[in-house]
Structures are given as structure tokens and as C-alpha cells.
């Protein structure tokens, strides 16, 4: 069965400074990796998505995730954080084929931001 | 634009009354998805519909029932809400790719009370 870690419930960091939210995954065959945002009686919102091709991808509002096939991760990366960008992030992964194409998503992580 | 809508954003229901959520999306997406969540814990997958083929998570309870009518809609219907069917139940849509599945698009969710 196809699983995914986000190892941190809560990640703090200072305004300006980068963050880091940690996904590893386990999938037969190759994988399909999603970060969606959810902030407060919201639905998960789209950031990013690596399908096929760079192993680095960019998503919306600055952030950025690598792919690392050995790994088996797909960290969530952004050089300046924003107060803005407090809110829970969930990793999710489904396979292209081998597995189940329905996604697994890991249990996100609170990411907060200080002024 | 295009979106998925959830009406109504906020239910109350009496313990043991009947409620239907409803889902609409404009994405002419194939697959749609009903979600449930606690707490600002992981989405728990209720069930999903692949075009028209319903697929019934194996631990959602039979108090749970969906329906799709056609492409663009889809029905939470909750037999009997107890106490523990509190939660934002979250509706999703995505299209599939060669074997796998696309970006899910969420609508912004209802709120369920059960007094």
C-alpha cells in the first residue's frame, strides 16, 4: 500500500527566513506527488505538482519542491516566508501505475510563520 | 470560473436527522471525490467516482451514502448524523492522466454540526 510521511505536525520559522516541510513517500511504481495548502474553514488549495521531467518544480506563491527519487521525498521549499504562508500543508502522493491512482495524503503539518 | 461549489457552507443537523450535501463543479472533471475531516487532521476519503463508477471506501460506514447524477454533480447524503459525523466533509474533483490522477481541485467545504 502506498503511505506518506510528513514527519513534523508543526514547523516554526521566522519571516524572511526559508522553510523546509519534510514529505517522504512509499509507492509501487512511479509516483505522482502533490503539496496542497489548506488555511482555516477552507478546502486544500493547489500549490505544486511533480508528474514526470525536472526533479525540481515550482508551484504557486514562491514555493518550490525536489523531487529526490532516491529519497523517496518531496520537500516543500521557499527561500522568504511570508506571515501569510502560516497554515497546514499536506503532502500526497498516487501512483502512476503499480499502486492505487487514488492519493494518499500524509496527516500535513502546521507551518507557522513569526513576524 | 471555473470551480467546484459546496452548498451549503455551514449545516446544522439534529442527531439522527437526515442531511444531503451537495457538490458542483464546472471543470467537467471525471472523477469526483467526498472527503472527511477533523480537526485540521489528513482528509479521510469517503468514496469516489470514476466517471460513473462508484467506488466505496471499505470503512465508510453505511450511514454514508452518494449519489451522481450526472457529470457536473454529486450528493453527500447522511442517513442518520451522529455525534462523531461533526466534521468539514470537502468535496474534489480531478481528471485522470495515463494511469494516474491529476491535480485535485477542492471546493471550500461544508461544515457539519450535529446538535
Known amino acids: 500500500a502506498q503511505s506518506v510521511a510528513q514527519p513534523e505536525d508543526q514547523v516554526n520559522v521566522a519571516e524572511g527566513n526559508p522553510l523546509t516541510v519534510k514529505c517522504t513517500y512509499s509507492v509501487s511504481g512511479n509516483p505522482y506527488l502533490f503539496w496542497y495548502v489548506q488555511y482555516p474553514n477552507r478546502g486544500l488549495q493547489f500549490l505544486l505538482k511533480y508528474i514526470t521531467g525536472d526533479n525540481l518544480v515550482k508551484g504557486s506563491y514562491g514555493f518550490e519542491a525536489e523531487f529526490n527519487k532516491s529519497q523517496t521525498s518531496f520537500h516543500l521549499k521557499k527561500p522568504?516566508?511570508?506571515v501569510s504562508d502560516s497554515a497546514l500543508y499536506f503532502c500526497a502522493v498516487s501512483?502512476?501505475?503499480g499502486g492505487s491512482y487514488i492519493p494518499t495524503f500524509g496527516r500535513g503539518t502546521s507551518l507557522i510563520v513569526h513576524p | 470560473d471555473a470551480m467546484v461549489i459546496q452548498n451549503p457552507r455551514y449545516q446544522v443537523t439534529q442527531f439522527g436527522k437526515p442531511v444531503t450535501l451537495s457538490c458542483s463543479q464546472t471543470l467537467n472533471h471525471n472523477v469526483m471525490y467526498w472527503y472527511q475531516q477533523k480537526s485540521s487532521q489528513a482528509p479521510k476519503l469517503l468514496f469516489h467516482y470514476y466517471d460513473k463508477d462508484f467506488?466505496?471506501?471499505a470503512d465508510t460506514p453505511d450511514n454514508f451514502q452518494s449519489r451522481r447524477p450526472n457529470t457536473s454533480f454529486c450528493f453527500l447524503d447522511i442517513r442518520?448524523?451522529?455525534l462523531g459525523d461533526a466534521?468539514?466533509?470537502l468535496c474534489a474533483t480531478s481528471r485522470n492522466l495515463a494511469g494516474?490522477?491529476?491535480?485535485q481541485y477542492f471546493g471550500p467545504g461544508t461544515r457539519l454540526t450535529v446538535l
Open chain 2, 87 to 89: 466534521a468539514m466533509y
Open chain 2, 55 to 57: 467506488n466505496n471506501e
Open chain 1, 80 to 82: 522568504s516566508a511570508l
Open chain 2, 80 to 82: 442518520s448524523p451522529g
Open chain 2, 100 to 103: 494516474g490522477i491529476d491535480t
Open chain 1, 95 to 97: 501512483a502512476a501505475s
